[in-house]
């Protein structure tokens, strides 16, 4: 158990859906991220929040959309995706003021079709 | 233009020898570098890590060595075992602790009997 917990594991949609990806962390961590890991690529870090407050967007397109409700919970919301969209998607948690860096759950792997 | 270079995609050790993952990045500002072990079906799980003001950090079995100068690091597995197979990817930050991290593409270990 590794204290972030992701649903589903895996999903598969087409172009024209709408799907939401859950993440949920019991750690008391403060701050929560979506990264997207791609066949033979690094990590992309995808969203930043803190303390509930989206800190960062990084270039993602807009049928990809975070929410975070509370400082334990984060989505992200689907629509309209492409066939490269296809990838495993990471949710992650840390403590701002840690020295541990993040806590991840493992992910759920999507595939567009 | 990758931050963080993972350049070897894989590595092959024999157990009980020694494993050395090797890492390089591009971004001065780094101050924060940390190692992830990535088992196939879970998220990453953090390993280790090293602020820029040391040069090594060890922790059991797991070492990982800063040279600032030649902007690289190394984690050193002694010894190594069958279950350290796995991926393992680099991360840096530019805020200490509690900067957002950037991720190699992961190096493969794998640790024969």
């Known amino acids: 158990e590794t204290g972030v917990t992701q649903t589903p594991r895996h999903l598969v949609m087409g172009m024209t859906n709408k799907k939401s990806l859950k993440c949920e962390q019991h750690?008391?961590?403060?701050?929560m991220y979506w990264y997207k890991q791609s066949a033979k690529k690094p990590l992309e870090l995808m969203f930043v929040?803190?303390?509930?407050?989206?800190?960062e967007n990084n270039s993602v397109p807009s049928r990809f959309s975070p929410e975070c409700p509370n400082s334990s919970h984060l989505f992200l919301h689907l629509h309209t995706l492409q066939p490269e969209d296809s990838a495993l998607y990471l949710c992650a948690s840390s403590q701002v003021t840690g020295t541990h860096g993040y806590t991840f759950g493992s992910g759920t792997r999507l595939t567009v079709v | 233009d990758q931050q963080v270079k993972q350049n070897s995609p894989s590595l092959s050790v024999q157990e009980g020898r020694i494993s050395i993952l090797n890492c390089d990045y591009t971004n001065s500002m780094f101050d924060y570098f940390l190692w992830y072990k990535k088992y196939p079906a879970e998220g990453p799980t953090f390993l280790i890590s090293i602020s820029s003001i040391k040069d090594k950090n060890e922790d059991g079995r797991f070492t990982v060595f800063l040279n600032k100068s030649a902007k690289h690091l190394s984690l050193h597995i002694v010894p190594s075992q069958p279950g350290d197979s796995a991926v393992y990817f680099c991360?840096?930050?530019?805020?200490?602790?509690?900067?957002?991290?950037?991720f190699g593409k992961g190096t493969k270990l794998s640790v024969k009997p």
């Open positions: 991360a840096a930050s530019a805020g200490g602790s509690q900067g957002n991290l950037i």
């Open positions: 750690l008391g961590h403060n701050a």
């Open positions: 929040y803190n303390f509930k407050e989206q800190t």
